[in-house]
């Protein structure tokens, strides 16, 4: 069986977790979920990073020891994964033993290599993001952060240091080789061009000044030298590699996509990649980063108070349900290299067009029409795939294109696009009621007996058609179809896959004279006037 292992970046513990968080999490779920319809044995990664300088600085600020605020801030992500339904298979957290030893070898490793020496470094030290930044990129940043514009400080240090210019080249010829190596296109063009600079060898430790309580050993001791805590980037891209490094899960390696948003892209397309090939190590198919949510057409910041942190996501998950939240963030998120706006008025919007108006109205509304016309049992359609004077409704094959779409869109990590394979297949269906009229046709039965065939045949190919497309759009909204399924009879049995559930007369299609029942509305309309939730 092909493996598929997605990976979202291990968040920082200096805060809680918020909407871009969420974000990255649930898109790396809604691959994980497609690629397990597609009958591929999948590992989803997420977890925590927290061995940052900035998780003992807030700590203190709290009045809790640095383990403390590790620990309630893990257990806030924990939590907002399980709000949004993540199919996680694992969630590491870098302060475990299992990661800290695995990192340690890794670094012997390096060192036996020849890869790891002690020098000095001086550099311009972004303190908000824990890296240094060339002369280049710092006098163009006006020696001011790129990314929150905090003053910028010049630091020497003593330090080991990785040797990532001795694997320039390698680097360079592989993106070269390989263009879905990083994606968007965009963000590989971003990476070629600072290559062009050259690379320079990184500090990977950092000294270590106090006794065994000073907050300076918050980290990963160096291998034999107890003066130096490995650096936190170093430490964390490891993860990666750490959980997968067993002898059940080593099939998994190397990842089919690295998840992350763009601002650590060079940490995963550039050091990453280099310390694989030191290592040995395949190297990941695809880097993928993605660009950043604002809200109502504004960048983010607590000072504006417009943040949506896990209070405004529950509160939204309250009133319209985390599916339809999960929905928003896979089909209008900022997937590809332009931010993504979340704005109220397009909550709404997409919320009824594709789930309140979309797929819960067609399925009640067929649902409805089973239970009155046939008693709440599937109809038999007698063969009939295709009404004759309706040639442009050919099922069986609007169907398969429907699922054919949605596989390449997925692979080819357009989450909106695939899950909207399934939203056209539910229009296709409201054009088709719309055109064949089965509520007009039912009250001519009476009358004209032979009409009940043919009435059959309609609904039958409109219940079909939206069960394959729940299957399309349950990565995305799972408890909506999951629900849909049980009141249908058509759950689809464990270990089947996207090709052969939606087959037309296949063996998991939809069975005459099996229970359907209209259930309950999977999403009920929502009011545009009324002001958001939170």
Avoid at 37 to 55: I, P, Y
Avoid at 288 to 294: E, G, L, Q, R, S
Wanted: charged residues 25%; neutral net charge; contains cysteine.
């Amino acid at each position: 069986m092909t493996t598929f292992y997605v990976t979202t970046p291990i968040y920082y513990v200096n805060d809680r977790p918020h909407i871009g968080h969420c974000f990255s999490t649930v898109a790396a779920d809604v691959m994980a979920r497609f690629q397990r319809l597609f009958g591929r044995e999948v590992f989803l990664l997420t977890g925590t990073d927290e061995h940052a300088d900035k998780v003992v600085t807030t700590a203190r600020e709290k009045g809790l020891t640095t383990l403390q605020w590790a620990d309630q801030n893990a257990a806030a992500f924990a939590e907002a994964f399980r709000l949004f339904n993540i199919s996680n298979d694992d969630f590491i957290r870098t302060t475990q033993d299992r990661h800290k030893s695995k990192v340690l070898e890794y670094i012997r490793k390096l060192q036996a290599h020849g890869d790891v020496y002690l020098g000095e470094y001086t550099g311009w030290w972004d303190a908000s993001q824990e890296e240094y930044l060339t002369e280049t990129t710092a006098k163009e940043a006006g020696y001011n952060s790129p990314v929150t514009g905090k003053p910028l400080v010049k630091r020497t240090e003593k330090n080991y240091f990785f040797r990532l210019s001795a694997y320039q080249d390698r680097l360079a010829k592989h993106i070269a080789e390989n263009e879905d190596f990083i994606l968007p296109e965009a963000r590989r063009n971003e990476v070629l061009g600072r290559l062009r600079d050259g690379l320079q060898d990184i500090p990977m430790s950092r000294g270590v000044t106090g006794d065994a309580d000073d907050p300076s050993r918050w980290g990963i001791l160096m291998p034999d030298d107890p003066t130096h805590r490995i650096y936190v980037w170093i430490d964390a891209l490891f993860n990666y590699l750490t959980v997968v490094d067993t002898p059940e899960r080593r099939k998994f390696w190397p990842p089919r996509v690295h998840l992350l948003a763009k601002d650590i892209l060079w940490f995963h397309a550039v050091i990453w990649p280099c310390l694989l090939m030191a290592l040995g190590e395949a190297l990941p198919k695809t880097v993928y980063a993605h660009a950043y949510f604002v809200r109502d057409g504004r960048k983010m910041s607590k000072s504006l108070g417009n943040f949506i942190d896990l209070d405004v996501i529950k509160a939204y998950c309250d009133k319209y349900s985390r599916d339809a939240l999960r929905w928003y963030l896979a089909t209008q998120g900022p997937l590809h290299t332009a931010d993504a706006d979340f704005a109220h008025p397009k909550f709404v919007e997409t919320y009824n067009a594709e789930l309140a108006n979309g797929i819960g109205n067609a399925t009640s509304r067929v649902g409805n029409m089973i239970e009155k016309y046939f008693g709440g049992k599937v109809p038999d359609p007698k063969g009939v795939k295709q009404i004759d004077d309706l040639r442009e409704f050919g099922w069986p094959e609007i169907n398969a294109t429907a699922v054919r779409g949605a596989i390449a869109k997925a692979d080819a990590f357009d989450l909106a696009g695939a899950l909207h394979e399934g939203v056209m297949l539910v229009r296709k269906v409201d054009a088709y009621i719309n055109v064949t009229e089965p509520f007009k046709l039912a009250k001519r039965v009476e009358a004209e007996p032979a009409l009940k065939d043919r009435l059959a045949a309609i609904l039958y190919h409109c219940a079909e058609a939206l069960r394959v497309a729940s299957i399309i759009m349950s990565p995305a909204i799972p408890e909506a179809c999951a629900r849909l399924w049980k009141s249908w009879s058509c759950t689809p049995p464990e270990g089947a896959h996207l090709g052969s559930l939606a087959a037309y007369d296949g063996p998991h299609s939809l069975k005459p004279g099996q229970a359907l029942v209209k259930g309950e509305p999977l999403f009920m309309r929502a009011d545009p006037a009324e002001p958001a939730p939170g």
